[in-house]
């Protein structure tokens, strides 16, 4: 079973109520089933909604409380992210998900890159964090292209 972010598929769950579809991955998914899973949204922020960043680390730091998540109006939406993780990893469990492919550069879904309050940061963000931890494979996807993994096209 595939867990996707479900902006990469065209569903509009992004901040601004946008989407961000990534032809591969769409011609990767036909005929396979997956499941998209938008963790903002399951950690029960709204959309469209103010975008937010980490601030002080990345999601591993924001796991142990290290570094916090702050949206454009000063708020502190730590718990929505950790909240939306941890469903996400319920769902990863309950359908016995073997790999992930999540939205690069999102605070929550970056696997390789985030945005953070310093810009684009290395680092992952609160989901992938937490899929990464309890061994899931994780891998990220740019708008455009599947960023890694040779081979993985041919599952
Ligand atoms: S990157 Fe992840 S959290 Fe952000 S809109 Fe897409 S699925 Fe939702």
Redesign the pocket.
């Known amino acids: 079973m595939i867990l996707v972010?479900?902006?990469?598929i065209g569903i509009r769950?992004?901040?601004d109520y946008s989407s961000?579809p990534c032809p591969e991955i769409l011609r990767f998914l036909k005929y396979k089933v997956y499941i998209p899973?938008?963790?903002?949204?399951l950690g029960g922020l709204p959309t469209p909604r103010p975008p937010a960043v980490i601030r002080g680390g990345d999601g591993f730091d924001a796991l142990r409380l290290d570094a916090r998540l702050v949206n454009e109006m000063g708020d502190d939406v730590t718990f929505n992210f950790l909240k939306?993780a941890k469903k996400t990893l319920e769902i990863a469990e309950a359908f016995g998900v073997s790999i992930c492919y999540?939205?690069e550069k999102?605070p929550?879904?970056g696997v390789k890159f985030v945005y953070s309050d310093k810009g684009i940061i290395k680092g992952c963000g609160v989901?992938a964090a937490l899929l990464l931890k309890n061994g899931y494979k994780v891998i990220g996807v740019d708008s455009d292209r599947i960023m890694e993994v040779k081979g993985v096209l041919e599952m």
């Open positions: 972010s479900a902006c990469l769950c992004r901040y961000k899973v938008c963790p903002e949204q939306g999540l939205k999102s929550s879904c989901t």
